[in-house]
């Protein structure tokens, strides 16, 4: 008779083989989740790059836009907090682009979509673009949306929108852009 020691270990039980393959792979999945969020851009630092090629066939790279400040929104065709937000930022950004204000909008929808991305965005006055293909390391790996970061116009992340409520709104804009926009 199999005693139940051998039969536990013998359908994963604690000390056999699948178990501790379970645990090293667990243990990888954190340590990529902790990678993804230490290796991430922090409010107070300088911002780190982003090279985009945007729809109109420029491209886009933060630090041409050094003395600007900057607002960076990460959003997709099938969020729809997303979608609710972006009238709220096209309107500020029309308001205060003559300010300094530069304002671009990368989906993370498939490349495939595209033709979505330039429907859903055809109203909007910001330029937008395709995350994928953009050069974006140093924020982390984006599985939240939508998320903004702001930069000042000395080039220092002062929004990261990972901590806190992921939305934006006129009131929220007005509370974090304005001041920097005012700044020197």
């Known amino acids: 008779m199999t005693g139940f020691n051998s039969r536990h270990r013998s359908l994963g039980g604690a000390g056999s083989k699948g178990a501790r393959r ?3 792979a ?9 990678c993804s969020v230490s290796f991430a851009a ?3 630092q300088p911002a ?10 420029s491209m886009f790279n933060l630090a041409d836009d050094k003395g600007k400040v900057v607002i960076v ?6 969020c729809a907090p997303c979608r609710e937000e972006m009238p709220a930022l096209d309107a500020y950004y029309r308001q205060h682009r003559d300010q300094g204000l530069v304002l671009i909008a990368l989906s993370m929808d498939d ?7 330039r429907e859903v965005t055809k109203a909007y006055s910001f330029p937008v673009g395709l995350a994928h293909g953009t050069y974006l390391n ?10 903004t970061f702001v930069v000042d116009r000395r080039g220092i992340l002062r929004k990261d929108q990972w901590y806190g409520d ?8 007005e509370q974090t852009v304005t001041p920097l926009l005012r700044a020197p």
Do not use: C
């Open 26 to 34: 667990a243990m990888v999945l954190l340590l990529l989740g902790w």
């Open 166 to 173: 992921p939305g934006l709104d006129a009131r929220l804009l």
């Open 138 to 147: 140093g924020y982390g790996r984006i599985w939240r949306l939508p998320l």
């Open 22 to 24: 379970l645990r090293s």
């Open 73 to 78: 929104n990460m959003w997709a065709t099938w």
């Open 48 to 57: 780190p790059a982003i090279q985009a090629e945007l729809f109109d066939g």
């Open 42 to 44: 922090h409010e107070g």
């Open 111 to 117: 490349p495939r979509d595209e033709a979505k991305v």
